[in-house]
C-alpha cells in the first residue's frame, strides 16, 4: 500500500476516484478537523460548496478513544450508540448520557468558532459527498451519514482514504456509495497510513471553510424552484390516492411494472431510449420533505397513515433497462421496475415524464442524423421548448442521438455538451454599418469566428467578408465561417460559396438555419448544396411533426401472478418480459424476439440491471460512452429503417413463451369471473 504523504494528498487522489462526481454538482460535506483538509481538495478540485459535519465520538469514561456511541449536531440531535462496547465496558444509560451532554457542548464551540453566521449547504435533493480521512470503528461515520440522510439527499456518497474493509462493507448500507482507497489488513491506526499526520488546528479548518464557501451563489436556490424535479409532488393525484388505498387494504406486495410505447408513429421506424440517468436520480432521491407532508396533511385529502408512511418514503426496488442509445420498436419495454406496489405505483408520472420526452427527441434527432449525414448539427431549440427542462433535457437527448453540440449555454455546464453560438440579427442592426458589425464582433470574440451575413442582403454581405476578411487576417483574426438563416437555402448558399471561393476564402464554411427539420435537411443534402452544417430549433424541442408518443407504464406482475390489461386498443402482454436482438454477418439488426424475462432465445438480451435495492449498481456512464451506443444502433439499423419515409415495419416477434402466458392469465381472469357469477 502506497502511504499518503499528507491529508492533501489524500484529498487529490480521493478527487480522481471521485471524478465520476463531477458533472452532477456535488455537495462537499467534511468531519472536522481531520476531514476538512481532505474534503478541501476535492471540493476544490470539482468546484463545489463545502460544509461541516459536526460530529462527536461518545467516548467510554477513562478510555475516551474506544467509542460508545457519537452525537451529530442538528436542529434535534442524533446519537448512535454502539451497544456492544457499552455492553462491554457497563456503562450506564446515565453515564452514557453525561459523555453526550459533554460533547453537544463541544460541539456548540466548535459550531460557534467554525461556522459562525456561515450559511448551511443545501443538501436536499442534492449529491452529497462526505468525507473524513479514514475510519477506523465507523461508529462517528455512521452517525453523521444517517443524519445527513434526514436531510433528503439526492444521493449519498461516503468517501474516505482508508478505513478497514470490513468496516466500508457495514457502513455500505448507510449510503448510495461508498468510495475507498485502501482497505489495509491488518489495519491499526489512521495515522499510519500517512507520512505526515499532524493534528489539523482549529485555525486551518477556518481557512478551508472561508476558501471554499458552503453555496456557490443564491443562483443555486433559484435553479432549484425553477425546477422542482426534485420533488415527490410532481405526481398526479390519482397515485397519492391509490397509494392510500393500497396501505389501508394491505396491497403492499411485490408489483412488476414495465415502460413501453404501444406502437410507432406513422413517421418513425424506429424510438431511441434515453432518460434513464434522470430516472435513476429521481428514483434515488425519492424522498418528501417536512413542508412537503405538513402541504399534505393541510389538504384534508389524506389520512395519517399515509402520511406517516410518506415521511419514510424510500424506493427499495430494483431497476432494469435498456441502455440509454439503444433502439428499440413497439411494445418493447425499455424499463422496468420491480418494487412493493405503492413504491412502484409513485414513480409512474415522473418516470412516463423522463422517458417520454427524452425518447421522443432523441428519436427525431436520431432521424435528422440520417439526413443529413456527416453534417454537424447543433440544437438552437431552447427559447421554443416548452419549458426550461424540456430545453435543456432536448439538448441532452439530441446529443446523445448523435447531434454535434447545443447553443444551450447551461447544458454545457450540466452535462458537458459542446456549446456553440455566433451572433443574432440584433447585433447587426445596433450598428449603422454591417461590415462595422462585422468588425466589431470579430474583435471581441476572434476564436471560432462565424459572422451572421442575412440581415440585409445575403450576397452583399458575403462580398463585405470577402473584403474584411484580409484586414482581419493582418491582425491575427481568421474567418471560420457565415451563418445563413433564412431565404432559399440551396440557392443562397451556392452565390455565397461562389463569393467566398472567388474571393480566396475556400477554407470558410457555410452554417445554416432557420427553421429546418428533417426533410428539409434531406431536400439540401440531396440538393448538393453547399451547406457545411446545421442549427436545429423548434422542430427538434417540440418534435413538432410526432409531438408525443403512445406509450405506457403497466402493471405486469402482482404478488408474483401475471397480470395484463385486455382494454380495446390498450391490451397488454402479461409478466415479467426481455427483448432479445439478432443480427447478420455483417452486423445489421434482423430481427428482435418479446418474451417472459425467463425464457431463452437466441440474441443479444436488452433489459440489463441498472438498480437493486434502491441502489444504482454503477455510476450512470459518460455521455460521450451514450452517444457512441446510439451511433452504433443507428450504424446497425437495416437500410430501409433509415429513410425517413415509407419504412417498413421492423419484426419484432413473440415468443411462445409469453404467447403461453397470455393465455394462461385469460384462463385464469376467465375462471374467477365465473366464480363469481
Same mark, same amino acid.
Given at each position: ?95 452514557f ?29 442534492r ?27 439526492q ?22 456509495? #461508498? ?19 499532524r ?11 472561508a ?36 396501505l ?62 410518506l415521511?419514510?418514503?424510500?424506493f ?40 417520454h ?29 416548452h ?16 447531434? #454535434? ?14 456549446i ?25 470574440r ?13 450576397e ?6 470577402v ?21 432559399d ?15 480566396g ?30 442549427g ?11 409531438p ?9 406482475e ?36 418479446l ?8 440474441g ?63 384462463r ?5 369471473e365465473?366464480?363469481?357469477?
Amino acid at each position: 500500500m502506497r502511504r499518503f504523504a499528507d491529508r492533501s494528498d489524500a484529498g487529490r487522489r480521493l478527487a480522481h476516484a471521485l471524478e465520476d462526481y463531477r458533472r452532477r454538482r456535488p455537495v462537499i460535506l467534511a468531519l472536522p478537523r481531520g476531514g476538512v483538509p481532505v474534503a478541501a481538495e476535492v471540493a476544490k478540485a470539482f468546484d463545489a460548496p463545502l460544509d461541516l459535519l459536526l460530529v462527536r465520538k461518545i467516548g467510554v469514561p477513562m478510555q475516551p478513544e474506544l467509542a460508545m456511541g457519537a452525537v451529530v449536531d442538528g436542529t434535534a440531535p442524533i446519537v448512535v450508540r454502539n451497544d456492544d462496547v457499552i455492553d462491554l465496558v457497563g456503562v450506564s444509560d446515565d453515564e452514557f448520557d453525561a459523555v453526550c451532554r459533554e460533547q453537544l457542548v463541544e460541539i456548540e464551540r466548535r459550531r460557534a468558532r467554525y461556522i459562525g453566521s456561515r450559511p448551511r449547504a443545501e443538501v436536499t435533493g442534492r449529491v452529497v459527498i462526505v468525507i473524513d480521512d479514514g475510519i477506523a470503528t465507523g461508529a462517528t461515520m455512521r452517525a453523521a451519514l444517517r443524519a445527513t440522510r434526514q436531510r433528503a439527499p439526492q444521493e449519498l456518497v461516503l468517501a474516505v482514504p482508508v478505513a478497514p474493509a470490513e468496516t466500508i462493507d457495514d457502513l455500505r448500507r448507510e449510503v448510495d456509495a #461508498a468510495i475507498c482507497l485502501e482497505t489495509p489488513r491488518p489495519f491499526g491506526a489512521i495515522g499510519a497510513f500517512y507520512e505526515d499526520f499532524r493534528q489539523v488546528s482549529d485555525d486551518e479548518v477556518i481557512a478551508d471553510l472561508a476558501r471554499l464557501p458552503a453555496t456557490r451563489s443564491v443562483a443555486v436556490n433559484e435553479v432549484a424552484r425553477m425546477y422542482p424535479a426534485a420533488s415527490p409532488l410532481l405526481t398526479d393525484l390519482y397515485q397519492l390516492n391509490m397509494l392510500q388505498a393500497y396501505l389501508e387494504h394491505g396491497r403492499t406486495g411485490t408489483a412488476v411494472f414495465e415502460f413501453f410505447v404501444r406502437r410507432l408513429p406513422a413517421r418513425r421506424g424506429f424510438l431511441v431510449a434515453a432518460g434513464l440517468e434522470q430516472v435513476l436520480d429521481h428514483l434515488a432521491a425519492l424522498r418528501f420533505a417536512a413542508d412537503e407532508l405538513e402541504w399534505l396533511r393541510r389538504s384534508g385529502r389524506f389520512g395519517s397513515a399515509l402520511i406517516d408512511y410518506l415521511a419514510g418514503f424510500r424506493f427499495t426496488g430494483d431497476v432494469d433497462a435498456m441502455p440509454e442509445g439503444t433502439v428499440f420498436f413497439a411494445d418493447e419495454p425499455i424499463l422496468r421496475v420491480t418494487a412493493p406496489l405503492p413504491e412502484a405505483q409513485l414513480a409512474e408520472t415522473r418516470l412516463v415524464n423522463i422517458l417520454h420526452f427524452q425518447s421522443l427527441v432523441a428519436a427525431k434527432a436520431a432521424r435528422m442524423v440520417l439526413a443529413a449525414p456527416g453534417k454537424p448539427l447543433i440544437d438552437f431549440g431552447l427559447r421554443r421548448a416548452h419549458g426550461a427542462e424540456a430545453g435543456i433535457m432536448a439538448a441532452r437527448a439530441s446529443y446523445l442521438a448523435g447531434f #454535434a453540440g447545443t447553443a444551450t449555454v447551461l447544458a454545457g455546464k450540466e452535462f458537458s455538451i459542446p456549446i456553440f453560438g455566433t451572433m443574432a440579427h440584433s447585433f447587426v442592426q445596433v450598428h449603422d454599418d454591417e461590415t462595422a458589425a462585422f468588425e466589431a464582433f470579430a474583435r471581441s470574440r476572434p476564436d471560432d469566428l462565424v459572422l451572421l451575413i442575412d440581415t440585409y442582403d445575403t450576397e452583399a454581405a458575403a462580398r463585405k467578408v470577402v473584403r474584411l476578411a484580409s484586414r482581419l487576417k493582418a491582425q491575427g483574426i481568421s474567418v471560420r465561417g457565415v451563418r445563413l438563416d433564412s431565404g432559399d437555402l440551396i440557392g443562397l448558399s451556392g452565390s455565397v460559396r461562389r463569393i467566398l471561393d472567388e474571393g480566396g476564402l475556400a477554407d470558410v464554411t457555410i452554417f445554416a438555419s432557420g427553421g429546418l427539420d428533417e426533410d428539409a435537411l434531406a431536400r439540401i443534402v440531396a440538393a448538393g448544396a453547399p451547406i457545411d452544417g446545421f442549427g436545429i430549433g423548434t422542430s427538434l424541442t417540440t418534435s413538432s411533426d410526432v409531438p408525443a408518443l403512445d406509450c405506457a407504464y403497466k402493471l405486469q406482475e402482482y404478488a408474483g401472478i401475471a397480470r395484463r390489461k385486455r382494454s380495446a386498443g390498450k391490451a397488454t402482454l402479461p409478466g415479467r418480459k426481455q427483448v432479445w436482438r439478432r443480427f447478420d454477418d455483417r452486423d445489421r439488426m434482423t430481427d428482435d424476439v418479446l418474451s417472459t424475462a425467463d425464457d431463452r432465445q437466441r440474441g443479444t438480451p436488452l433489459l440489463q440491471p441498472v438498480m437493486r435495492d434502491g441502489r444504482r449498481l454503477a455510476p450512470s456512464p459518460p455521455l460521450a460512452e451514450v452517444r457512441r451506443r446510439a451511433a452504433a444502433g443507428l450504424a446497425q439499423l437495416p437500410g430501409a429503417l433509415r429513410r425517413l419515409e415509407g419504412t417498413p415495419a421492423y419484426p419484432v416477434a413473440v415468443g411462445s413463451k409469453l404467447v403461453a402466458l397470455t393465455e394462461q392469465v385469460d384462463r385464469d381472469h376467465a375462471a374467477r369471473e365465473r366464480a363469481l357469477a
